[in-house]
């Protein structure tokens, strides 16, 4: 038997990598808290969010930002755009996704930890994933997500838009979504000389 990455945890029941060790997460707080964002919508992101959903096709867009306990869409994109302050735990079911989720759902805390782009076409297709909560409770099948990297080489959070039907991203939505996660980093940064941080 092969020993799991010290990134990921490993669930010797169910044969299934979980949520990956993140050993940045407390410093990537400090930085958020210095930056300003994750505790709040900011309208700017939101929009954003729209845009990539409407480049994408896809009916959810977030800009998502992760410290060690939760993951904070400062930005969201829902269909109807409804923006409810949902926080999705595992005891409980929700039709859409909220602005909190725990840190063990979903797939940007991969991305993070892993510093790469991810494109998940079906997440039923991918064995590690496809026992995510999100499946089951938010009935999540398509992912596709990019890690937001800002200059100080941190990965501060992700883009990423979900589908609840296979979709097929392919080479240019990988490419879509990695000019996108750019253009989110560069407004970060115009945010933070804006502040005067």
Known sequence: MSTPSPYTSYDPTGHL??????GEAPKRATRLAELGIGDAPVPEFDEFARELARITGAPYAMVNFIDEHRQYFAGLYTPGDQHAGVDISPAQQASQPGRVMARDHGYCPHVVVRRKALVLEDVCDYPRFAGNPVVDEIGIRSYLGAPLIDRTGMALGTICVV?????PWGRQGLETIKSMAAEMVDQIHRRESGHGI
């Open 17 to 22: 990598l979980l949520t990956p060790q993140d």
């Open 163 to 167: 589908a609840q039907e296979p979709r």
